[in-house]
């Protein structure tokens, strides 16, 4: 059974940073892709980022630049390095695996969903 965990959300200022992390089990992580997911109260999930098997990353418009995903498939974890975040930046924050290949923003792709962390940015 996968099993996806995430830490390092919080309460930051404006223009502060996060890095948020996702620890797996029960797989072999080469095996998946994996990707950042957000939903703000109200709001859709929608995807922050992803990095594939080849570690090639990709990012929703509005976190270029100012986002980084990466992976340790020694630790088994792949972070989000969050800096100048924004108000607009508040959700709960998911990781998610996939094994299907396809638009990287379709939650539906995804076989595996942590639990969330929450991040918190005020202006």
């Known amino acids: 059974q996968v099993q996806l965990e995430e830490s390092g959300g919080g309460s930051v200022q404006g223009g502060g940073s996060l890095r948020l992390s996702c620890v797996a089990s029960?797989?072999?992580?080469?095996?998946?892709?994996m990707g950042w997911f957000r939903q703000a109260p109200g709001k859709e999930r929608e995807g922050v980022a992803t990095i594939i098997r080849d570690g090639s990353a990709y990012y929703v418009d509005s976190v270029k630049g100012r986002f980084t995903i990466s992976q340790d498939n020694a630790k088994s974890t792949v972070y989000l390095q969050m800096n100048s975040l924004k108000p607009e930046d508040t959700a709960m924050y998911y990781c998610?695996?996939?094994?299907?290949?396809?638009?990287?923003?379709?939650?539906?792709?995804?076989?595996?969903w942590g639990q969330g962390t929450q991040v918190t940015v005020s202006s």
């Open positions: 029960g797989y072999t992580s080469r095996k998946y892709c």
């Open positions: 998610a695996a996939r094994t299907g290949v396809g638009n990287w923003l379709n939650t539906l792709l995804y076989n595996y």
